[in-house]
């Protein structure tokens, strides 16, 4: 079975020491190249994350899907604490055929989406646009099946399905000392058997974040790279 974020994760019932560990090696390279550059950052290195195709659900359809009352149950912990992926999976009802047992994350959210690579689309038939969150007005319409419901999220900005962009989370410290804001575009560096650099990472800012960047699962295997490897954020020319 896949797993969603499969990086620097453990069971709901199991320690979180790797995840731990690796935050810790974060912040102490984060800390020696601030030290190096005397506060002023450019570039730094940060683990990746690929993420498997997986829904995000409001309460109200969660309900919907799984009966009154229900709430999600953590499977697995995520590297961004209080993020988890959730025991309930769903089937996604496209044009041409389904997906099943796609992977619930919580916590709930303020709207329902669904996040898809562009395999995943060409699949079920279905022309997906790149967007950052179900608020987009070009996502789509997409049905959703559960053990106790069906929902049919609407798109045009309601909630609806996408390929997510390539992002990156950042803190409120880390930001500031790139010197860039929520929806800035910057580029990453990987190292490996297909060497590359991706432009148009999305910047995606909140308070208590860890430094991550997000690939889904198309970008992971185009440049050669798994759950838990690092690469070189960089702020392009035009930002500085």
């Given amino acids: 079975m896949e797993r969603l974020l499969e ?11 790797d995840v731990e ?17 005397n506060g002023r950052l450019y570039e730094i290195e940060v683990p990746i994350g690929i993420s498997v195709r997986h829904c995000h659900l409001c309460q109200a359809d969660v309900e919907t899907l799984f009966g009154e ?8 912990e995520l590297y961004q604490k209080g993020y988890f992926a959730a025991a309930e999976q769903l089937m996604v009802v496209g044009k041409r055929r389904c997906i099943e047992k796609v992977r619930v994350l919580g916590p709930t ?20 646009p ?3 969150n179900g608020t987009d007005p070009a996502v789509a319409p997409i049905t959703l099946v559960g053990p106790e419901g069906v929902v049919t999220l609407p798109g045009k900005g309601q909630g609806g399905a996408f390929v997510m962009r390539r992002h990156v989370h950042l803190n409120l410290e880390v930001a500031g000392r790139l010197g860039v804001k929520e929806g800035d575009m910057l580029d990453l560096r990987v190292t ?14 909140k308070e208590g ?32």
């Fill in 192 to 205: 490996g058997p297909r060497d590359a650099t991706l432009h148009g990472v999305v910047v995606r800012i």
């Fill in 130 to 132: 790149l967007a950052v």
């Fill in 69 to 76: 009352g229900h709430s999600l149950s953590v499977f697995n």
């Fill in 109 to 128: 959210r303020s709207i329902s989406q669904v996040e898809l690579s562009q395999t995943d689309a060409l699949m079920l038939g279905l022309k997906l």
């Fill in 209 to 240: 974040w860890r430094p991550e960047v997000h690939l889904d699962t198309d970008e992971g295997n185009a440049v050669a790279i798994r759950s838990g490897q690092s690469g070189i954020l960089i702020v392009p020319e035009a930002l500085r």
């Fill in 7 to 17: 990086q620097h994760v453990s069971r709901a019932n199991g320690a979180t020491l």
């Fill in 21 to 37: 560990r690796m935050t810790q090696e974060v912040l102490r390279r984060l800390a020696q190249r601030l030290e190096e550059t």
